[in-house]
């Protein structure tokens, strides 16, 4: 029994009756709403993971935005201006639920800037060419979703209906990407070099997106028994590879891995080791854009200081004059 | 007696969704009678009630400046970018 031990929010132990209640709505898959009683450990578990997902969101408008200015195309900048601005959204919708739990957003924002609360490691590399922009969408955004669908049925009501909503949104995200990794590889020699080039860097670090490898992943098992992981690292990264290597071919590029190799007796695609020190200097802070990403929100958050001042002040007139 | 907007929740998990509204002088009272116009056959698991007044709502005279600009926006759709059969499943 995983809840042994569980300890409420005053440090003493969760009650038994409670708990055993708890999980039984979770196994007959009823949602978990706000008003609902949930032990501290599941309150807290929850707001780590869902202020991440948030804040990877918001971050991951970083490496997109760098092309906004510079797409090849008028047509190029309005789907790429609109998908970063679906993820703004994105960002709001999880920001809003994760409040649900008791946790204030300034509080959240404040965990992203300090440094206190992670964001997921993909967007701290760099996008130096359009190509970049191809492969987030096929890659990262692929394995967004691969993450995603199953979160539409996690136990949390007000997570589970914003996933609800963003995987509706998600699919133009990879279709768009996967859209301009075609149109460079059935050009020319040197727009094929571009998206080879963009998926040899974009393929290891989207593998990473899904986390360490569930040998060495903590939380794994009273997530995947409260519902709010449905899937082990492993298997979703396994789905991904599986997906993904035919549609890599189908436009004659090669995935970056020698020991890629369909496994006739597993039904599925061997692949190689990930990088795990890459991996955790990354999540540690030592990424090749970790610092840059945290400045740009630092100064867009400062930038809009005197928004949310105009905002109060507002307000108070409109008090004043009523 | 102030009017109240009723919102039902028809399942677990589902988002509770605007059924009417009615009368009430308190809340309390609007959910009440909430459960006894709106879910008598099963309709809800849950029942929120806001006083009409507290809603602001969008002014319809505006509705085509509000929203109209979204209707140009095709490339928001998976289906604006066409994939060959072998790879359709995206
Ligand atoms: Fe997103
Ligand atoms: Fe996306």
């Known amino acids: 029994m995983y809840s042994q031990g569980l300890q409420d929010a005053k440090g003493g132990p969760e009650p038994e009756g409670l708990l055993k209640a708890f999980q039984k709505r979770i196994d007959n898959e009823e949602k978990i709403e706000p008003r609902d009683w949930m032990p501290e450990a599941y309150r807290k578990t929850l707001i780590r993971q869902m202020s991440q997902h948030a804040h990877s969101e918001i971050v991951g408008q970083l490496p997109e935005g760098n092309w906004i200015t510079r797409a090849p195309t008028l047509k190029r900048k309005m789907i790429l201006l609109a998908k970063v601005q679906d993820e703004a959204g994105h960002g709001l919708y999880i920001y809003s639920a994760t409040e649900t739990l008791g946790i204030t957003r300034d509080e959240m924002t404040r965990q992203l800037l300090s440094g206190e609360a992670k964001y997921s490691s993909i967007f701290n590399y760099p996008t130096p060419s359009w190509a970049d922009m191809g492969a987030i969408g096929w890659l990262v955004d692929g394995a967004a979703i691969m993450n995603q669908v199953p979160l539409c049925r996690a136990s949390y009501g007000p997570y589970a209906r914003s996933m609800i909503r963003i995987c509706k949104e998600e699919s133009f995200h990879q279709r768009q990407g996967y859209d301009i990794m075609t149109v460079l590889a059935r050009g020319t020699a040197a727009q094929k070099k571009m998206a080879q080039d963009a998926l040899n860097r974009t393929w290891w670090p989207a593998l990473m997106m899904f986390g360490p490898s569930d040998k060495d992943s903590k939380h794994s098992a009273q997530s995947m028994q409260w519902k709010i992981k449905r899937f082990t690292n492993d298997d979703l990264r396994q789905k991904f590879v599986d997906a993904t290597v035919p549609q890599a071919e189908h436009l004659g590029l090669t995935i970056p891995d020698k020991d890629l190799k369909w496994n006739e007796d597993r039904g599925h695609y061997d692949f190689g080791e990930i990088d795990w020190q890459e991996f955790m200097e990354v999540i540690k802070g030592n990424g090749p854009c970790n610092k840059q990403r945290l400045r740009a929100r630092q100064k867009a958050h400062d930038e809009g200081e005197w928004v949310r001042k105009a905002a109060e002040v507002y307000q108070q007139k409109q008090q004043d004059a009523a | ?90």
């Open chain 2, 1 to 90: 007696m102030k009017l109240y907007e009723v919102f039902i929740r028809a399942k677990s998990g589902l988002n509770h969704r605007h059924v009417g509204s009615l009368h009430a002088a308190d809340a309390q009272m609007a959910l009440q009678n909430a459960r006894d116009v709106y879910t008598r056959r099963e309709e809800g698991v849950s029942i929120w009630v806001v006083e009409a007044a507290a809603i602001s709502a969008s002014n319809p005279e505006q509705s085509e400046e509000w929203f109209d600009p979204a209707m140009d926006k095709v490339y928001r759709y998976p289906t604006f970018y066409p994939l060959d059969k072998e790879v359709d499943n995206m």
